[in-house]
């Protein structure tokens, strides 16, 4: 865990404000009730352990950052937890509020500290084949 946030916290934040914060759960009950409530977090109850992504207004460099600077924290997670053959899953929380409110109080998050996504974390049970994603009409040279 240390490690997979280690690559967390190396990622670009405007101004280098870093306003993020990682709370690592491995209680089962925890991960169960936030399966309960999340549409999306069922995986939650098969996975071990989780890492919530936290973003803290008063680092941030100013308004509207820390979502952007807690997306590359977490987009640097997932992808450590794959180099490292480990099965992780972005669960968003932000800017759902009734998903963030849930999570303040169930995580007695300060006023200041707002959950932004949820890395559930494990083992893979398969191994899926990727999709094909590359749209070369998305691409543009100097002008759209």
Same mark, same amino acid.
């Given at each position: 865990?240390?490690?997979?946030?280690?690559?967390?916290?190396?990622?670009?934040?405007?101004?280098?404000?870093?306003?993020?914060?990682?709370?690592?759960?491995?209680?089962?009950?925890?991960?169960?009730?936030?399966?309960?409530?999340?549409?999306?977090?069922?995986?939650?109850?098969?996975?071990?352990?989780?890492?919530?992504?936290?973003?803290?207004?008063?680092? &941030?460099?100013?308004? =509207?950052?820390? !979502?952007?600077?807690?997306?590359?924290? #977490?987009?640097?997670? @997932?992808?450590?937890?794959?180099?490292?053959?480990?099965? &992780?899953?972005?669960? =968003?929380?932000? !800017?759902?509020?009734?998903?963030?409110? #849930?999570?303040?109080? @169930?995580?007695?998050?300060?006023?200041?500290?707002?959950?932004?996504?949820?890395?559930?974390?494990?083992?893979?049970?398969?191994?899926?084949?990727?999709?094909?994603?590359?749209?070369?009409?998305?691409?543009?040279?100097?002008?759209?």
């Amino acid at each position: 865990m240390e490690d997979l946030i280690h690559y967390g916290m190396m990622a670009p934040s405007a101004c280098n404000k870093q306003p993020w914060h990682f709370i690592i759960i491995k209680s089962r009950e925890i991960l169960d009730e936030i399966a309960d409530f999340h549409p999306n977090g069922k995986m939650l109850k098969n996975t071990s352990s989780a890492i919530l992504v936290c973003g803290d207004e008063v680092k &941030a460099h100013d308004k =509207g950052y820390w !979502p952007v600077d807690c997306s590359a924290a #977490t987009q640097n997670i @997932l992808l450590a937890a794959h180099a490292k053959g480990l099965g &992780a899953c972005w669960v =968003g929380i932000y !800017p759902r509020e009734e998903r963030v409110s #849930t999570m303040k109080r @169930l995580m007695d998050l300060p006023e200041h500290i707002h959950a932004f996504s949820m890395i559930a974390l494990g083992y893979p049970a398969e191994t899926p084949i990727s999709p094909k994603r590359f749209v070369e009409s998305r691409i543009h040279l100097n002008t759209w």
